[in-house]
């Protein structure tokens, strides 16, 4: 079942009239299915990270459609859009974009809280999301207290609290070291699977990449390619380098 469809979706900067027009997406088609982990990977300034902010609501595509369960959400009023973002989506960012004036707990129950939901629920809540994600201990600390990979997994906590029909990460361990990078995917995949999350990830790592179900590669601003996980994820690592070194911008771990 398809979640979410992006048709023809174009995204242009600047102006014909001066003759600076810029196509960042040029007519870009894909689908997302439910439970998926999706990756969009392609080399610097292909237009990955334009793809992911247009799809997630953060920009406006120039043309095209994007719809979520059969439902467009582009021509909703910023109240709208703004409670769409807060209840059907989740965001994980690489530089967390947790308040450091608040708890890691108070930063994950924040969407909760937005969205007026009673104390209870959001106790059962965070329970059981810290719980997956093991940080129950820091809780009650703040984000300058704790370590790069705690930050990202209370981000994760904080995106999926709210049972989003999506989450969209963009290069979430692209801060992080490598033992919290895997921790971080680890925990991304068992979210995917055990709590079939959907997850949409840019990233231009292949180490990463391979965690996903299936790649969409994006070059020049359109779809270049796409390959599928078939087989184990070392298999499909070196698939993704191979395909990587075709079109630039491999970067990598040691698996």
């Known amino acids: 079942m398809n979640i979410m469809e992006v048709r023809d979706v174009k995204k242009v900067y600047g102006s014909k009239q001066v003759e600076s027009e810029s196509r960042a997406l040029n007519g870009v088609s894909f689908f997302v299915q439910k439970g998926e982990f999706l990756g969009i990977m392609g080399p610097s300034g292909s237009g990955k990270s334009t793809l992911l902010n247009v799809i997630s609501t953060i920009d406006s595509p120039t043309s095209g459609t994007i719809s979520l369960r059969g439902k467009s959400f582009l021509n909703l009023n910023e109240d709208e859009l703004s409670s769409f973002r807060r209840k059907q989506l989740g965001f994980v960012f690489q530089d967390y974009n947790l308040l450091d004036t608040l708890t890691i707990k108070e930063n994950i129950i924040l969407p909760l809280s937005l969205s007026k939901v009673d104390v209870a629920t959001m106790e059962e809540k965070l329970k059981k999301i810290s ?20 930050k990202q997994r209370a981000a994760v906590a904080r995106a999926i609290i709210t049972e989003p029909e999506i989450i969209f990460a963009d290069e979430p361990t692209g801060a992080l070291d490598s033992k919290s990078s895997k921790e971080l995917l680890d925990n991304l995949s068992l979210l995917n699977i055990n709590n079939k999350a959907t997850i949409v990830m840019v990233t231009h790592d292949a180490f990463a990449a391979s ?12 779809l270049h390619t796409e390959i599928e996980k078939t087989k184990g994820r070392k298999d499909f690592y ?18």
């Open 131 to 150: 719980s997956i994600l093991n940080i129950e201990d820091i809780l009650a600390k703040y984000p300058y207290e704790v370590s790069g990979g705690q």
């Open 211 to 222: 965690y996903c179900d299936r790649i969409i590669f994006i070059k020049d601003g359109i």
């Open 238 to 255: 070196n698939e993704l380098l191979s395909t990587l070194a075709t079109i630039g911008g491999a970067e990598s771990d040691i698996i």
